[in-house]
């Protein structure tokens, strides 16, 4: 094999590489995007219900309030 053969041969295996590298970033991204997308949900539904509690409690907040045992 001569010189200009072996080196066309070695980027081609580089660039099989990098397109399965880049292949499987895209899917661990597309992923990634979907995880966050449902936390973000949850985290609205948490905030959302928290604030309903806080607002049927017509107490002092359970961070202001003191231990049982003052």
Known sequence: MDKQAEHTLRLEEAIAHLTRVTEDMS????????EIERLGRRVGMLMQREAEREADAREIP???QRPPHY
């Open 27 to 34: 899917a661990i991204v597309a992923r990634h995007e979907t």
């Open 62 to 64: 359970l961070e202001d």
